[in-house]
């Protein structure tokens, strides 16, 4: 008798391979030398360098990497990880929604020199011991991926800055305070009318 993945899968008896938790601390360089994945979720919250740059502290960050060597002998970590987090937009101050969906790209390094030889497609990250927190490498690849002036994305009608649309609307009319500005160009047309 055959069986499908498929059908299998449709069967209300199935259910989906369980992710085990994500340690506390890693070792990057023995995980590489075994080709490892780490796949699982974290909490906003418990990232406090990150939170102080959010909204809410609400909400949790996905995360998928895989530790492994390439060709070039290069220990690494690479993978993804994903977030939907609360900023202030610094155009209304109002808060919005931002997507982080982050691509991991990191060579492992035990000496600073080792830097300078890592291809560009790689961002150094230097072990200077056996036990590294995995929330920390988290935490930097989150922070560097916050846009460092976030604003409403004016583009789209459904997230549209209220505030800066009322500003540029009343400076076209030329009345941001009540007072009707000059047109700088209204010398040169004078001059224009004149010759």
């Keep these: 008798m055959h069986f499908s993945f498929d059908r299998l899968r449709d ?3 199935y259910s989906p391979p369980m992710m085990d938790p994500l340690p506390q601390y890693i070792d990057p360089i023995r995980l590489a030398i075994k080709f490892k994945r780490l796949s699982g979720q974290m909490s906003l919250g418990e990232m406090e360098r990150l939170t102080s740059l959010l909204a809410s502290t609400q909400g949790q960050v996905d995360i998928d990497l895989e530790l492994g060597i390439d060709r ?3 220990r690494n970590i690479r993978g993804r990880i994903r977030a939907n987090v609360t900023l202030v937009c610094q155009r209304c101050l109002q808060t ?8 991991v790209m990191l060579g492992i390094i035990i000496e600073r020199e080792q830097a300078d030889q ?3 497609k790689y961002e ?5 011991s056996d036990k590294v927190s995995l929330k920390d490498i988290i935490e930097d690849e989150m922070i560097l991926a916050i846009p460092s002036t976030p604003h409403h994305d004016l583009s789209n009608d459904k997230e549209v800055c209220e505030s800066t649309i009322k500003y540029f609307h009343n400076d076209s009319k030329g009345s941001v305070d009540g007072n009707k500005r000059e ?3 209204a010398v040169l047309a004078d001059l224009k009318r004149k010759n």
């Design 11 to 13: 069967n209300r008896y």
């Design 72 to 74: 070039s002998k290069i």
């Design 96 to 103: 919005m929604d931002y997507m982080i969906d982050s691509k």
């Design 118 to 120: 890592l291809p560009a």
């Design 124 to 128: 150094p990250l230097l072990i200077e």
């Design 183 to 185: 047109n700088p160009f």
